[in-house]
């Protein structure tokens, strides 16, 4: 029963960073590409944002009925974080729908431009550094201590910020992995192809300092990767797809294009899942919180199971639906 | 709001009159800006369960995640028809618009039944065993379908139908009396009184079901939306008054003799229980409770006349439906079912006090320790009370410029 809720729950983490991820990275793409870029940024996410996001709400929903100590833990020190997290949420959907839904376009358009842009880009990044948290083991097991020993330096550090933009770039190049294919002029299309390479070797670059940083705390990431053959496997994958994903950019091979970043981003995932499993949230000088020391009782985590399966029954031929509809049918 | 659209798109199909597809495309514009703020807050929700809340999910968690879940797919099907209806019109067939309009509306009354089964645990736990602290022998399903579960997801159900019929009649009333004639806004309000009135009419039966079931339940809370100090048999109705917290009375009220007993246990001579019979420092916030249940009962009473009214009209005095005093009343209408709404959820809220999951956790024993967590609440107020008026300032800007648009296509309405 645990396998398949943590099998769902990776499901629904990888469709929420390469859907709802990419919902966010829109807004940072348009931060690069300016004016240019909002006609065919609406567009393309205004049919599926929300549904994309729920994916997020699905997750939270999975950890706090199958693994309520672990959701507990993550919102008492990591609040402030996830706090900011759904101000950006929040603004972000706000400033969005004011900006795509108002009939009348006018001066205003600005400001939710601005707010657009802006929580797009803080969002992800805060996302990033609670992900970071969850890896890096500072969170105390009690909260005895200083406010800002507690709540504060468990999330603010060198290794979450580099989570964060590693979070956050990710997000980007997605978007303008996605974009390429909107793009209806030989213009855009540049542009977007041009943030895109941009963005990737920047998420290279992030991906090392992720390591790296972990090395300074001495979380051994790069060990634990070798370690693990499924790990290893992941990332090997994801760096031969490299040179196909770029040959096709060139060529414009939209579906390619996608379907090679998904699998990287899938590879991504696969490799934290891995390298974390069985734990969920490490705990400073403590027993880590693993799958099975904070899962619900055996009967809730059934009923779960059955929850997520008729859902899953009726969510997914519908959402490939709405995609087919929206996505591939123009 | 989306059955709203969903009626006016069938009557575009079923009549081919233009005025219902413009109808059918306006209201689902407010369903998307609504559709939209809620679908963000539903995420803030789910984390401030959490945020502040972390003792009572802890436990809470296993118990009650279950309706949860199925929320979560009712929200997706949800999310997924309405991306489709409100872009698809030329994309996809029109049974299968017409079909997505109506699974956004079963998905939304479903999602709120969902959710409401959790907050009716917290008033009728259930589903498990609480030995030292902890909730054992869980049965999520038996917590699920608590005893308070189908009176609130009732009740719930009828006042969200009302509440929006009654602010879309309002707002389709103000802009036909300031457009005389005008066929648009005219089919609006009888499309929207049609919901609103059988709902208005139904609430009263819903609410006796909750008070029958709340006398039984939590006979505290109903002690304190009636301010009823001493166990009495047989028990007076208060309507309106001041309690006294002092000498422990209401002062300038109207008591009927003996309606209490009948509407909380169906005998007029019955024993009510009253605040006596609790330890004081268990009570509820007795005034607000009080005063927030009068207001939700006149907001309801106020709408269940003017739903009469309608259908009484509707069937034999047509032509008074387009007189001025009518479409002012439903003006000043507008607000009621949201007041009436609100001040509900004081009542069920505030009245559980001082109890998270009652009788079993206090909430001063379920927040989250982390300190200084007033700032993250003002700060959230703050975002929430500007959103409230953008959303006000966007939906108006729409009416608007809908209106205008329709005027321009049809000069002659």
């Given at each position: 029963?645990?396998?398949?809720?943590?099998?769902?729950l990776g499901i629904a983490v990888l469709l929420y960073v390469l859907l709802g991820g990419a919902d966010f990275?829109?807004?940072?793409?348009?931060?690069?590409?300016?004016?240019?870029?909002?006609?065919?940024?609406?567009?393309?996410?205004?049919?599926?944002w929300e549904a994309n996001h729920i994916w997020l709400i699905l997750a939270i929903v999975i950890l706090f009925?199958?693994?309520?100590?672990?959701f507990?833990?993550i919102?008492?020190?990591?609040?402030?974080?996830l706090?900011?997290v759904l101000?950006g949420v929040v603004?972000r959907g706000?400033?969005?729908?004011?900006?795509?839904?108002?009939?009348?376009?006018?001066?205003?358009?600005?400001?939710?431009?601005?707010?657009?842009?802006?929580?797009?880009?803080?969002t992800p990044?805060f996302l990033g550094?609670t992900l970071?948290?969850?890896?890096?083991?500072?969170?105390?097991?009690?909260?005895?201590?200083?406010?800002?020993?507690?709540?504060?330096?468990?999330?603010?550090?060198?290794?979450?910020?580099?989570?964060?933009?590693?979070l956050?770039?990710?997000f980007?190049?997605?978007?303008?992995?996605?974009?390429?294919?909107?793009?209806?002029?030989?213009?855009?299309?540049?542009?977007?192809?041009?943030?895109?390479?941009?963005?990737?070797?920047?998420?290279?670059?992030?991906?090392?300092?992720?390591?790296?940083?972990?090395?300074?705390?001495?979380?051994?990431?790069?060990?634990?990767?070798?370690?693990?053959?499924?790990?290893?496997?992941?990332?090997?994958?994801?760096?031969?797809?490299?040179?196909?994903?770029?040959?096709?950019?060139?060529?414009?091979?939209?579906?390619?294009?996608?379907?090679?970043?998904?699998?990287?981003?899938?590879?991504?995932?696969?490799?934290?899942?891995?390298?974390?499993?069985?734990?969920?949230?490490?705990?400073?000088?403590?027993?880590?919180?693993?799958?099975?020391?904070?899962?619900?009782?055996?009967?809730?985590?059934?009923?779960?199971?059955?929850?997520?399966?008729?859902?899953?029954?009726?969510?997914?031929?519908?959402?490939?639906?709405?995609?087919?509809?929206?996505?591939?049918?123009? | 709001?989306?059955?709203?659209?969903?009626?006016?798109?069938?009557?575009?199909?079923?009549?081919?009159?233009?005025?219902?597809?413009?109808?059918?495309?306006?209201?689902?514009?407010?369903?998307?800006?609504?559709?939209?703020?809620?679908a963000v807050s539903g995420t803030v929700l789910s984390f401030?369960?959490g945020?502040?809340?972390?003792?009572?999910?802890?436990?809470?968690?296993?118990?009650?995640?279950?309706?949860f879940?199925?929320?979560g797919?009712?929200f997706f099907?949800?999310a997924?028809?309405?991306?489709?209806?409100?872009?698809?019109?030329?994309?996809?067939?029109?049974?299968?618009?017409?079909?997505?309009?109506?699974?956004?509306?079963?998905?939304?009354?479903?999602?709120?039944?969902?959710?409401?089964?959790?907050?009716?645990?917290?008033?009728?736990?259930?589903?498990?065993?609480?030995?030292?602290?902890?909730?054992?022998?869980?049965?999520?399903?038996?917590?699920?379908?608590?005893?308070?579960?189908?009176?609130?997801?009732?009740?719930?159900?009828?006042?969200?139908?009302?509440?929006?019929?009654?602010?879309?009649?309002?707002?389709?009333?103000?802009?036909?009396?300031?457009?005389?004639?005008?066929?648009?806004?005219?089919?609006?309000?009888?499309?929207?009184?049609?919901?609103?009135?059988?709902?208005?009419?139904?609430?009263?039966?819903?609410?006796?079901?909750?008070?029958?079931?709340?006398?039984?339940?939590?006979?505290?809370?109903?002690?304190?939306?009636?301010?009823?100090?001493?166990?009495?048999?047989?028990?007076?109705?208060?309507?309106?008054?001041?309690?006294?917290?002092?000498?422990?009375?209401?002062?300038?009220?109207?008591?009927?003799?003996?309606?209490?007993?009948?509407?909380?246990?169906?005998?007029?001579?019955?024993?009510?229980?009253?605040?006596?019979?609790?330890?004081?420092?268990?009570?509820?916030?007795?005034?607000?409770?009080?005063?927030?249940?009068?207001?939700?009962?006149?907001?309801?009473?106020?709408?269940?006349?003017?739903?009469?009214?309608?259908?009484?009209?509707?069937?034999?005095?047509?032509?008074?439906?387009?007189?001025?005093?009518?479409?002012?009343?439903?003006?000043?209408?507008?607000?009621?079912?949201?007041?009436?709404?609100?001040?509900?959820?004081?009542?069920?809220?505030?009245?559980?006090?001082?109890?998270?999951?009652?009788?079993?956790?206090?909430?001063?024993?379920?927040?989250?320790?982390?300190?200084?967590?007033?700032?993250?609440?003002?700060?959230?107020?703050?975002?929430?009370?500007?959103?409230?008026?953008?959303?006000?300032?966007?939906?108006?800007?729409?009416?608007?410029?809908?209106?205008?648009?329709?005027?321009?296509?049809?000069?002659?309405?």
């Amino acid at each position: 029963m645990t396998d398949i809720i943590i099998f769902v729950l990776g499901i629904a983490v990888l469709l929420y960073v390469l859907l709802g991820g990419a919902d966010f990275g829109a807004g940072i793409v348009e931060l690069f590409t300016g004016k240019k870029g909002i006609d065919t940024i609406s567009k393309a996410i205004a049919p599926v944002w929300e549904a994309n996001h729920i994916w997020l709400i699905l997750a939270i929903v999975i950890l706090f009925n199958g693994f309520p100590r672990v959701f507990t833990t993550i919102t008492i020190y990591l609040h402030i974080p996830l706090f900011i997290v759904l101000i950006g949420v929040v603004l972000r959907g706000a400033a969005f729908t004011f900006r795509y839904y108002d009939i009348l376009k006018d001066n205003t358009q600005k400001y939710y431009t601005q707010m657009f842009r802006l929580s797009s880009l803080i969002t992800p990044f805060f996302l990033g550094v609670t992900l970071g948290a969850i890896i890096l083991g500072k969170i105390p097991a009690n909260v005895s201590g200083t406010f800002y020993e507690v709540f504060i330096s468990p999330w603010l550090n060198l290794f979450t910020f580099v989570t964060g933009v590693f979070l956050t770039l990710l997000f980007g190049w997605l978007a303008a992995i996605y974009l390429i294919g909107e793009a209806h002029d030989g213009e855009s299309y540049q542009t977007f192809a041009k943030t895109a390479r941009i963005f990737f070797v920047l998420l290279v670059l992030a991906g090392l300092g992720v390591f790296l940083s972990a090395e300074t705390f001495d979380l051994h990431l790069f060990r634990r990767f070798v370690q693990s053959s499924l790990a290893t496997g992941s990332v090997i994958s994801a760096t031969l797809i490299i040179p196909f994903l770029w040959r096709n950019i060139k060529h414009r091979n939209t579906l390619q294009i996608r379907f090679l970043a998904g699998i990287q981003t899938a590879c991504i995932i696969s490799g934290w899942f891995a390298v974390q499993f069985p734990v969920m949230v490490f705990i400073a000088e403590g027993t880590p919180l693993t799958v099975w020391n904070s899962q619900a009782p055996e009967r809730t985590l059934t009923l779960l199971v059955y929850a997520l399966l008729i859902g899953i029954l009726l969510i997914l031929p519908a959402f490939a639906y709405l995609f087919k509809v929206f996505k591939f049918n123009k | 709001m989306p059955w709203l659209m969903f009626v006016a798109e069938l009557k575009w199909i079923k009549t081919g009159k233009k005025v219902y597809l413009d109808l059918a495309k306006a209201w689902a514009r407010g369903v998307a800006i609504f559709f939209a703020i809620g679908a963000v807050s539903g995420t803030v929700l789910s984390f401030e369960l959490g945020l502040l809340w972390p003792k009572f999910m802890e436990h809470a968690g296993a118990v009650i995640g279950m309706p949860f879940s199925w929320e979560g797919t009712a929200f997706f099907m949800e999310a997924i028809a309405l991306g489709i209806f409100l872009y698809g019109r030329n994309r996809v067939n029109n049974r299968i618009h017409l079909i997505s309009g109506l699974v956004v509306g079963i998905a939304g009354v479903l999602s709120g039944i969902f959710v409401i089964a959790a907050n009716a645990w917290m008033n009728s736990p259930s589903g498990f065993d609480w030995i030292n602290g902890q909730a054992l022998n869980i049965d999520p399903v038996k917590a699920m379908f608590n005893k308070a579960w189908f009176q609130q997801a009732l009740h719930m159900t009828i006042a969200a139908f009302a509440s929006t019929s009654f602010a879309v009649a309002g707002i389709h009333a103000y802009m036909q009396l300031r457009h005389r004639g005008n066929d648009f806004h005219r089919k609006a309000v009888h499309i929207a009184l049609a919901f609103g009135s059988v709902a208005a009419i139904l609430q009263p039966i819903s609410g006796d079901i909750s008070a029958k079931n709340v006398a039984k339940l939590q006979p505290v809370k109903l002690a304190a939306m009636e301010s009823l100090f001493k166990t009495s048999e047989p028990a007076s109705l208060v309507i309106g008054g001041i309690p006294n917290m002092k000498e422990e009375k209401v002062e300038y009220g109207m008591h009927i003799p003996g309606l209490l007993s009948f509407l909380a246990h169906g005998d007029f001579t019955a024993e009510v229980e009253g605040l006596d019979k609790t330890k004081k420092e268990d009570w509820p916030p007795v005034a607000i409770v009080h005063y927030a249940f009068q207001i939700m009962v006149f907001m309801g009473m106020l709408m269940l006349g003017t739903g009469i009214l309608f259908l009484a009209f509707m069937y034999k005095w047509k032509e008074k439906l387009d007189k001025r005093w009518w479409l002012k009343l439903l003006v000043w209408l507008t607000p009621t079912g949201f007041i009436a709404v609100e001040a509900g959820w004081i009542v069920t809220e505030v009245g559980r006090q001082p109890w998270i999951i009652y009788g079993i956790m206090k909430t001063r024993d379920a927040v989250t320790p982390m300190p200084g967590i007033q700032y993250s609440f003002y700060m959230i107020t703050l975002i929430y009370i500007l959103l409230t008026f953008l959303v006000f300032w966007l939906m108006r800007r729409q009416i608007l410029a809908i209106h205008m648009n329709h005027q321009k296509n049809n000069p002659h309405d």
